[in-house]
């Protein structure tokens, strides 16, 4: 059997806008922040060249509108383009129909920043389809998004988690699947080992045991970053909480190394050829 390929995902969005720093980075200012964005995303399209890869890209529709060439570079360069949503907000935070006027807004800008894109592929603003909010996956197919990388089997955080959810690869219902960020089984509790924070704080070896263990099993891992995960330099905002400043800036410095070594040890895709075998019949 060959390798088995994993699923390289990036959520991208600015730096500020990140749910860590949404009590004193107010959205109405957002403008008024530097833009970094499109160099840290081409960062990471320059590192995916350099090692032949591609991957999913969760494009944030804000960011979509204002750097319409960036989609299109994204989408040139043989990438997935899916969508993250328009205003990064939490999804059990909103009614079904501002979520669902959130998540049409954020499709209308793909599809103006390239050829009337259709994306595939969803993933929520912080992994916020919860078990408060599992009636957005109704919205979803009704939006002909075929599938979903929202959902996060794990207990043990404040914003998100679903404990009991499937850990792998599953159907919703006719017409749309899910893809789980990936997690480890450990006595009675998943742990998170695939990206983000959690790729930064541990060890590089854990991250690269846990997506052996997974592929072994027979599984893709999905792992997951940001654009700003890249830019060690970025404007600090200092009124955060510090537990917020910690999450978001700790060895961010290491993100691009890190994820170079999983690229030349693994195979990587995007979601929508990882798991063709799936979506075919979608």
């Known amino acids: 059997m060959g390798l088995i390929r994993n699923a390289l995902t990036i959520d991208v969005e600015e730096h500020f ?5 949404e009590t004193v980075v107010d959205r109405s200012a ?20 350099e090692c032949d890869v591609q991957a999913t890209f969760f494009v944030l529709g804000w960011v979509a509108d204002r750097y319409p060439d960036l989609v299109k570079e994204i989408a040139m360069s043989d990438h997935e383009v899916a969508t993250h ?23 209308e800008a793909l ?3 390239f050829n009337g894109l259709q994306p595939a592929g969803y993933r929520a603003p912080a992994f916020s389809i919860t078990r408060q909010s599992l009636w957005a996956l109704d919205i979803l197919r009704d939006h002909s998004i075929i599938y979903d990388s929202s959902i996060f089997p794990l207990a043990a955080h404040d914003r998100y988690g679903l404990n009991s959810a499937n850990r792998f690869a599953n159907k919703i219902y006719e017409g749309l699947w899910e893809f ?8 009675k509790q998943n742990w998170p080992v695939a990206g983000g924070g959690y790729f930064r704080l541990s060890p590089l070896w854990i991250t690269r045991q846990a997506i052996r263990h997974l592929n072994r099993q027979g599984h893709p891992a999905v792992v997951y970053l940001h654009p700003w995960e890249f830019d060690p330099h970025q404007p600090r905002i200092p009124d955060a909480p510090l537990l917020s400043r910690f999450r978001h800036y700790v060895n961010i410095h290491k993100t691009e190394s890190r994820l170079r070594t999983l690229l030349n040890e693994f195979e990587f895709a995007p979601v929508r050829e990882v798991f063709a075998g799936h979506l075919e019949a979608v």
């Open 17 to 21: 806008q990140v749910h860590a720093f």
């Open 30 to 49: 957002w403008d008024h922040y530097p833009s970094r964005v499109v160099a840290n995303t081409r960062r990471i399209l320059r590192l995916l060249k």
């Open 85 to 107: 949503g328009y205003w990064h907000e939490l999804i059990y935070r909103q009614t079904p129909d501002e979520f669902a006027a959130d998540l049409s807004q954020s499709l």
């Open 111 to 113: 599809g103006r920043a």
């Open 180 to 187: 789980p960020i990936s997690t480890i089984r450990l006595g």
